[in-house]
């Protein structure tokens, strides 16, 4: 199988240009100039994120396939800008490639980037190719748009807001598990086979932050990218409060549950501080529940829990049948 190097830089190029397709009307230059030109939407303001996919940290490749490789760097940045009540436009791939990365990989890469960006109507418009002596890195940065007065931020929640997350947790950090394990992926069951794709092939929530957004019902919001945990707490320093979790109203994924118990692993855990659920959580006033009850009743039968509140006090606490304990820590890089 040839590798990307018997090929050259400017012939990958075409490839992904090939892949990528004609871009829209309101996008006069994509790929192949210095940069990208994008008309603006009127009335919107741009909203911009970046993250980044790096082999053998957030995937690997060869256990997980290089199409799920490629839609996993696109799906973290498009959960940010569900975060935020944005809908996605463009985005922009940077790639630093190992020499001997075969060409078939890299054709599925781009395959899986492009195809989840043709799901949600934002097309690839440029990026940049370089070589490394590493592992294969993948910089994604993605372009949306939101409304005046609808941008959902981190810094609104006020105190006595509930705290809702969309989904289940922990599914993410199970199917890693799962994958570290060796498990024979032909002999999982339905739940447990959810749990490798929450990780190899997350979903970022898109409609239902757009959707939340534009009915103003929520007064903070972010992403479980780094988990729970990670997530109160973030809304609570950004808004100068306090924040409390219930720990039996966390909505753990089945298979997760079930894999920690077989394990010997600990499902609650994961469900705080596993990361890579790319589930959202709002901050709500409890005034605006019936606005928020019904803005989610629209996004396509996504089960929604309230799992805790913000409060006055300063601190992030798990309530549990002990009482009280600090909240602790989310994902971490370093």
């Known amino acids: 199988m040839p590798s990307i190097s018997s090929l050259g830089e400017q012939a990958l190029l075409e490839r992904i240009r090939a892949r990528a397709g004609a871009p829209p009307s309101w996008i006069p230059l994509g790929i192949g100039d210095d940069a990208a030109v994008l008309a603006p939407e009127r009335g919107t303001f741009d909203v911009v994120t970046t993250d980044t996919l790096v082999d053998g940290v957030h995937v690997r490749l060869g256990r997980t396939s290089a199409r799920d490789a490629g839609h996993k760097a696109l799906a973290t940045s498009l959960s940010d800008l569900a975060a935020m009540g944005a809908a996605p436009r463009a985005a922009l791939l940077n790639l630093a490639l190992p020499p001997d990365l075969e060409v078939d990989a890299f054709d599925a890469f781009i395959d899986g980037f492009v195809a989840l960006g043709e799901r949600h109507r934002m097309p690839l418009v440029g990026g940049n190719l370089s070589a490394t002596a590493g592992p294969l890195v993948a910089a994604t940065t993605?372009?949306?748009?939101?409304?005046?007065?609808?941008?959902?931020?981190?810094?609104?929640g006020r105190p006595g807001d509930e705290l809702y997350v969309t989904g289940t947790l922990g599914a993410a950090a199970a199917?890693?598990?799962?994958?570290?394990?060796?498990?024979?992926?032909?002999?999982l069951d339905?739940?447990?086979?959810?749990?490798?794709?929450?990780?190899?092939?997350?979903?970022?929530?898109?409609?239902c932050g757009v959707i939340v957004g534009r009915s103003r019902a929520a007064h903070a919001c972010i992403d479980l990218s780094d988990g729970l945990a990670d997530?109160?707490?973030?809304?609570?320093?950004?808004?100068?409060?306090?924040?409390?979790?219930?720990?039996?109203a966390l909505p753990t994924h089945p298979g997760?549950?079930?894999?920690?118990a077989s394990t010997g692993a600990d499902a609650l855990a994961w469900?705080?501080?596993?990361?890579?659920?790319?589930?959202?959580?709002?901050?709500?006033?409890p005034r605006a529940r019936r606005a928020f009850v019904g803005a989610l009743s629209r996004c396509q039968g996504l089960p929604i829990a309230r799992v805790g509140r913000l409060?006055?006090?300063?601190?992030?606490?798990?309530?549990g049948p002990a009482g009280d304990t600090p909240l602790g820590a989310g994902f971490v890089h370093f």
């Not at 997760?256 to 920690?260: K, M, N, Q, V």
């Open 142 to 156: 993605a372009i949306g748009s939101v409304a005046h007065r609808r941008v959902m931020t981190r810094s609104g």
């Open 175 to 187: 199917g890693l598990a799962i994958l570290d394990a060796g498990a024979d992926r032909a002999a």
């Open 190 to 207: 339905a739940e447990l086979t959810e749990c490798v794709a929450r990780h190899e092939r997350p979903e970022a929530r898109l409609r």
């Open 231 to 248: 997530g109160a707490a973030r809304i609570a320093a950004a808004s100068g409060t306090g924040a409390i979790l219930e720990a039996a």
């Open 256 to 260: 997760a549950s079930r894999w920690a």
């Open 271 to 285: 469900a705080l501080s596993g990361g890579e659920d790319y589930e959202l959580l709002f901050a709500v006033a």
């Open 311 to 319: 409060t006055q006090e300063p601190g992030t606490w798990l309530r």
